[in-house]
Each structure stands twice: as C-alpha cells, then as structure tokens.
C-alpha cells in the first residue's frame, strides 16, 4: 500500500486511530466542507488495491471515506490472506470495535458533517454495517454489496453470541443492499431471509437483485467477475441513496420497502460456480 496511485478528486493517506487500527483514508479535493463520509468494510482479502480504489471514488463523489483493515491486530499470514489461500472470521466484539474506532475517527475529522455518516460492508464484511448501527445510531445509511445474506450469518457461536435478527431490530438507518442473480455464495431465498428480517423488525430498506451478476462483480481487480456497466450503475443507486437520506427521503415515522429483481424463472442456486 505504499505505492498507491494518486487518485484524481481525492487525497489519499495511512492513517492510525483506535485500537491500533491501520486505515485507509480519501478526502475530497475539491468542495466545501463538511462533507458527508464513509466507513468501508473490505473483502475477506484484506485492505487490497480494490478497497481503495472504492474509497477514493467515494471522495471523488465527495465523501470523506476510510477504510480501516479490520485485521490490523491480526498476527497470521497476511500473504496468505491477500491471496485468498485462507479466511479469518471475526467476531461481532472485533467488528464493533474496529468499525466503532473508525466511526469515532470520522466523527471527530474537522471536514465531515457528523450528521451523515455511512457504513458500508462488502462480501465478508456486508452485515459489519448492521453490526455496528445495532450499536452506534450516529450512522445515517447502511450499504450492503453481495454480504450480510449468508446463511453462517444466522447461526450462533464462538464469534456471534447474540442472535442477527436482534441486532436487525436494533439498527436506526435504512439499508441499501445489492446482489447478483449468479452469486454463488448467497442465494436469492438468502436474500429474502434478510428482507424478510428487516420487513419483520419494521426498518427500511431498498434491495436491488441484478441479473446475471457473480459474486464479486465491483472487484475492478479481478477480470472475471468485474462487470463495468452494472457496476457504474450500482454506483448511480448508491450515490442517489446517500443523496436521498441527507435530504430526509426517509424519515424515522415512516418505514419504506423497495425491492427489485431480475432473475430467470428456472433460477438454480447450485449451478452458481466461483469465477476467477
């Protein structure tokens, strides 16, 4: 991460804040602040190049946006890790804790507006958003992208002592959630789970099910999932999200569902296979 491009509309930095938390930070280079900002959770890989690059474009948009390694305590293998080759869970208590240490850091950052902070999670990391807002109502918005659907995410054990459905009736900020038809790691019917929760605990959300799409399918780094044209238009439906709460689209009286999906009418869940 030491020779990581400039980005133009960003100014990017390593940052340290917390409990030894290692972070990756982009603030607009243009505007006028306080802008609002973004904690982004990374892919089960680590704080790789793709993380970054999202961070960056969030400042592009003009979003204050860091991305903490949630394994910056963590002792393993690294290499390893980046590669793939192995996955380390971790628990809500550490997902709270670097997800909260991060929020703190964004709350006290002279450029952003307090009022309008946003968790976002990504694969691994897509239910830390919920996570932390079942904790920490300061977070205004929630995004979930191919996350926080799996079905490991509803069991008890060592790292989740309390149950996914109370935490969900905890969170205060609507949840924007994106998905691919093709993901093979979360199936629609995991996806309903999810919805079904939110509807059941009374919280707003907005789901978008594209077609066709694998899982991974952001990931500019990885030709064989990434998918440029749906990925700007992902981009487009978070971008006007994020618009839309800071302009009081959805106010805490009132509890608004949306979900969207394009799927074939023979959907096969284990016929899904991981691309390269």
């Given at each position: ?18 409990n030894r938390v290692q972070a990756f930070l982009a603030v607009p280079d243009r505007g006028n602040a306080p802008f609002g900002a973004v904690i982004l959770g990374h892919e089960r ?94 977070i205004a918005a929630n995004i979930v992208v191919y996350g926080g659907a799996q079905k490991d995410m509803w069991e008890l054990n060592e790292r989740r002592t309390e149950t996914y459905?109370?935490?969900i009736e905890r969170i205060s900020a609507p949840v924007l959630g994106i998905w691919g038809e093709d993901d093979f790691v979360i199936s629609i019917p995991d996806v309903q789970r ?83």
């Amino acid at each position: 991460m030491n020779d990581t491009p400039a980005y133009p509309g960003a100014k990017t930095s390593m940052v340290s804040f917390g409990n030894r938390v290692q972070a990756f930070l982009a603030v607009p280079d243009r505007g006028n602040a306080p802008f609002g900002a973004v904690i982004l959770g990374h892919e089960r890989y680590g704080l790789l190049q793709h993380t970054l690059d999202l961070c960056a474009k969030f400042a592009a948009y003009g979003f204050v946006a860091v991305a903490p390694d949630l394994f910056s305590r963590w002792d393993g293998n690294k290499a390893a890790l980046n590669r793939g080759d192995i996955i380390v869970p971790l628990s809500d208590d550490d997902i709270r804790s670097y997800m909260s240490d991060s929020l703190d850091f964004l709350l006290a950052h002279p450029q952003v507006d307090p009022r309008w902070i946003t968790a976002m999670g990504v694969c691994q990391s897509g239910d830390y958003p919920l996570v932390l807002n079942s904790v920490r109502p300061e977070i205004a918005a929630n995004i979930v992208v191919y996350g926080g659907a799996q079905k490991d995410m509803w069991e008890l054990n060592e790292r989740r002592t309390e149950t996914y459905e109370s935490m969900i009736e905890r969170i205060s900020a609507p949840v924007l959630g994106i998905w691919g038809e093709d993901d093979f790691v979360i199936s629609i019917p995991d996806v309903q789970r999810l919805r079904d929760a939110l509807e059941r605990a009374r919280k707003t959300y907005e789901f978008t099910l594209f077609p066709h799409m694998p899982h991974g399918w952001f990931n500019s780094t990885m030709p064989g999932r990434y998918r440029m044209k749906q990925t700007d238009e992902a981009w487009r439906l978070i971008i006007d999200f994020l618009h839309r709460v800071r302009q009081g689209a959805f106010p805490p009286d009132r509890v608004h569902w949306r979900w969207v999906s394009d799927t074939a009418l023979d959907y096969d869940f284990t016929k899904k296979v991981r691309l390269a």
